[in-house]
Every structure is written in structure tokens, then in C-alpha cells.
């Protein structure tokens, strides 16, 4: 029979799981048009970008400041943030880092019209792909705009992949979590069932419907689903 200790950790791990993923995207569209978003305090800055990223066919969204930016819904096609920073500007440095870490699907390029090296490596540290100086030409600027929307199109891959095990994880029931945890850390079948107090039979059934349900192709492709999912190890269950 599974120690209590060890039933109770399941359980726990079974239920909670799913709660603890980041905010899920819907249905990202990877071939969609892509967004710039702008947040400029400079009006001409703010228009000049307008009328050059309509010219490659992208969507154009202006954005008052960072607040209202994190306010939007998230974008769900590829996607860039073009941030304009004025010299030494703290509070729009901390702005950007709060960016970065709640968009991490929205790359960001810093531009400025100061050439200044304390103020680029800031900015670089807070998140942004480039820091491009005025005057700079407009391809150089399109060219890192066509870079940021690759990294923006993996992130979304990598939160699809992600949505979808979530999805699949869902449909398992509580035995059938149980199972998982404990055969992606190489428990045989026996083993398993010893844990768990259940036949060896009714472990390989489980197992079948894991495999089933999570659309696994083997048991390293179960192992690398569980690694996404970020299921604790069993094995600690076992101290």
C-alpha cells in the first residue's frame, strides 16, 4: 500500500498542478498580421512610425504609456513594442522590466536619440532585443522589427505547446495523474502499483489511458510532457 505520505503528495500535486501556469493564450494565430505597438511622448516620432509600418502591410497600435499597454489584452499574433526612452529616464527603465517580464511575447526595441552607454546597457538588461539611436535609417529599424517578430512567434509556439499539455492534463483523472508522476521517474509497473496499492494490471490500464489522453508517442515523449508541465519529481515522494 502507498504510504500515507506519499498518497497525500499525489493528490495534492494531482489537483494543484494545473493552477500553477501562467495566464493562457487563446487560440495565438501564428500567420496573422503582426502588431507593432509604439509608446512615444513625441507626436511626429509617434506618426513618422505609423507611416512607415503601415507601408510593409504590419497593424500599427499606439500606446499612451506602459499602463495602458499591460492593460490591453495580450496580443495573440506576432508582435513587437518599439519603447522611446528619453536619457537616464529611471522610470521608464523600470516600466520596461515590468514589460518584459509580464509580455514576454511582445520583444522590445528601446529607441533614443542619445548615444549614451550607461542608458543602452540598462536597457538591454531590462529586456530589450536592440537599442537603436537616432538618426538611424529605416532599414536598420525595419530589419530588427523582422527579428522581433520571430522571437515572438517561438514564444508563442513554445505557449501553445504549453496550452495544449495543459489541456491534455486536464482530461486525466486523479489515478491516472497519480500513474503519471510516478512512471516518468522510471517506476516499473509493479513498482508503481506497490506505491499506489493497486494490481499491475489495473497500473498498465491507467498507463494506457495516460499515454492516450496526453497524446504521447513513448515514454520519453511522456517524460518531456511532464517536464513542460512541471510535475514534481515522484521520487521524492519515496524519502
Known amino acids: 500500500m502507498a504510504s500515507a505520505a506519499t498518497a497525500r503528495i499525489l493528490n495534492e500535486n494531482a489537483a494543484n498542478i494545473p493552477l500553477t501556469f501562467s495566464q493562457k ?18 507626436v511626429s516620432e509617434q506618426e513618422s512610425l505609423k507611416s512607415l509600418i503601415a507601408r510593409q502591410g504590419w497593424q500599427f497600435e ?31 527603465l523600470e516600466e ?31 529586456g530589450a532585443v ?22 515572438s512567434r517561438l514564444v508563442l509556439h513554445r505557449e501553445m ?35 499506489l496499492g493497486i494490481s499491475e494490471i489495473t497500473v498498465k490500464a491507467h498507463r494506457g489511458h495516460v499515454m492516450r489522453k496526453m497524446k504521447a508517442n513513448s515514454l520519453p515523449d511522456l517524460v518531456r510532457m511532464a517536464g513542460n508541465l512541471r510535475i514534481p519529481s515522484a521520487r521524492i515522494f519515496q524519502a
Do not use: H, W
Not at 493564450?25 to 513625441?42: C, E, K, M
Not at 508522476?181 to 506505491?195: F, H, R, T
Open 25 to 42: 493564450l487563446d487560440q495565438p494565430n501564428l500567420d496573422s498580421t503582426p502588431i507593432v505597438f509604439v509608446i512615444t511622448a513625441d
Open 62 to 92: 499606439a500606446c499612451e504609456s506602459a499602463q495602458a499597454f499591460l492593460a490591453r489584452p495580450r496580443p495573440l499574433v506576432p508582435s513587437c513594442l518599439i519603447l522611446s526612452r528619453a536619457l537616464r529616464d529611471v522610470n521608464g
Open 96 to 126: 520596461q522590466k515590468r514589460i518584459a517580464r509580464e509580455r514576454a511575447e511582445v520583444p522590445i526595441i528601446v529607441i533614443s536619440r542619445y548615444e549614451d552607454i550607461p542608458t543602452t546597457v540598462e536597457a538591454m538588461k531590462a
Open 130 to 151: 536592440d537599442f537603436l539611436v537616432r538618426p538611424f535609417g529605416n532599414e536598420i529599424l525595419l530589419a530588427g522589427i523582422r527579428e522581433t517578430f520571430e522571437r
Open 161 to 195: 505547446e504549453s496550452s495544449r499539455l495543459r489541456n491534455c492534463y486536464a482530461l486525466l483523472s486523479t489515478r491516472e495523474r497519480q500513474v503519471m508522476a510516478l512512471v516518468v521517474c522510471g517506476l516499473l509497473n509493479k513498482q508503481v502499483g506497490a506505491e
